[in-house]
C-alpha cells in the first residue's frame, strides 16, 4: 500500500542500478567478497560477485548472477531500427578483473539470465588480460556496439568497440592522428528520440595535466559510431566530468570538477 517499503535481498554491497530495455532493474553487487577467512589471491576473495535482477512487475528478485571482480557497470544490447538482428545481452564491466561479463537478457532464449561468457576479455583472447580497468560502457543503437574504454590513467590506450553479435572486438587506439582519441574517458552516448539515427554519436571525456607548466586541458572526443570518425574539443583549464543534452540531441551540457561548467 502507499507508503509502505518493500525490501529485496541483493548480493553483497550493491552500489549501482541499471534499468534495461524490458525495464527490469539490474543491481551490481561489488563485495567485499571475503567470508571471514583470510583468502588467497591479489584481492583477497573468497566469494564470486554478482549482479541481481528484479522484476519490477512481479516485485520479485532473480538469483544472483556471478560476474567478474567489481566495480561494475552495465549496458544492454537490444535491436533498434538501423541493427534490427542485434541480441539482448547484458555486459557488464569488472574493474577488478580487466574483463567483461556477458549475459543473456533476452526473455525468449533458453539461456536467459545466464552467462554466455562469465569473464570475457575484452580483446577475445582467453589467455591475456588488459590490465587497464575497464569501467565506463556505452551502447549505441546506431551501430549496435558496445563501447569500453580502459580506465586506468597510467595505462589507458584503447577504446574497445565489441559486436553483440559474436563478441568480436576492435579497438580505436589513443593518440593525436586521424580517427585517434587524445584522452580515453568514460563514454555518453547521446540520444534522439524517436530518430532512426539514435546513439550515432558517443562523447568522450578526459583531461590532460602539464606538470610542468601546472596547466590542465580537458578534452571531449565526439566519436561517429557510423563512420568511425573523429571530432575533439579542447578545453583549457577544465576537467569534464559529466555530460548533459537536450532533448533534441542539439546542444549538450558539460560539468566541470573545477567547478565551471
Same mark, same amino acid.
Given at each position: ?12 554491497? *550493491?552500489?549501482? #542500478? ?9 543491481v ?44 561494475h ?7 533498434? *531500427? ?17 574483463? #567483461?561479463s ?18 570475457a ?27 569500453? *574504454? ?8 584503447? #577504446?574497445?568497440?565489441?559486436? *553483440? ?42 583531461? #590532460? ?34 555530460i ?18
Amino acid at each position: 500500500g502507499r507508503g509502505q517499503n518493500h525490501a529485496m535481498a541483493m548480493g553483497v554491497r *550493491p552500489i549501482h #542500478l541499471f534499468v534495461d530495455p524490458d525495464d527490469k532493474v539490474w543491481v551490481g553487487n561489488d563485495g567485499p567478497r571475503t567470508s571471514g577467512a583470510v583468502c588467497p589471491g591479489v584481492h583477497g576473495d573468497c566469494l564470486p560477485d554478482t549482479v541481481s535482477v528484479i522484476d519490477k512487475g512481479a516485485g520479485t528478485a532473480h538469483p544472483p548472477i556471478e560476474t567478474g571482480s567489481g566495480h561494475h557497470l552495465v549496458a544492454f544490447s537490444r535491436p533498434s *531500427p538501423l541493427k534490427e538482428d542485434t541480441p539482448k545481452r547484458a555486459f557488464i564491466t569488472n574493474l577488478h578483473d580487466d574483463t #567483461l561479463s556477458v549475459i543473456d537478457n533476452d526473455p525468449a532464449s533458453p539461456t536467459y539470465l545466464q552467462g554466455i561468457l562469465k569473464d570475457a576479455l575484452l580483446n577475445g583472447q582467453a589467455s591475456l588480460k588488459l590490465g587497464a580497468d575497464p569501467h565506463g560502457i556505452a551502447f549505441s543503437p546506431a551501430s549496435g556496439k558496445i563501447y569500453v *574504454p580502459d580506465a586506468d590513467p597510467a595505462t589507458a590506450d584503447a #577504446l574497445w568497440v565489441i559486436d *553483440p553479435n559474436d563478441l568480436a572486438v576492435t579497438k580505436i587506439s589513443k593518440g593525436s592522428g586521424t580517427n585517434e582519441i587524445p584522452v580515453v574517458g568514460s563514454p555518453v552516448v547521446r540520444h534522439v528520440h524517436d530518430d532512426p539515427t539514435d546513439g550515432q554519436f558517443i562523447y568522450l571525456m578526459g583531461s #590532460l595535466k602539464d606538470t610542468i607548466a601546472n596547466t590542465t586541458t580537458g578534452y571531449i572526443t565526439v566519436l561517429d559510431t557510423l563512420t568511425g570518425s573523429v571530432k575533439v574539443t579542447t578545453l583549457s583549464g577544465i576537467v569534464p566530468s559529466r555530460i548533459a543534452f537536450t532533448p533534441n540531441g542539439k546542444k549538450a551540457y558539460v560539468g566541470s570538477s573545477r567547478g565551471t561548467a
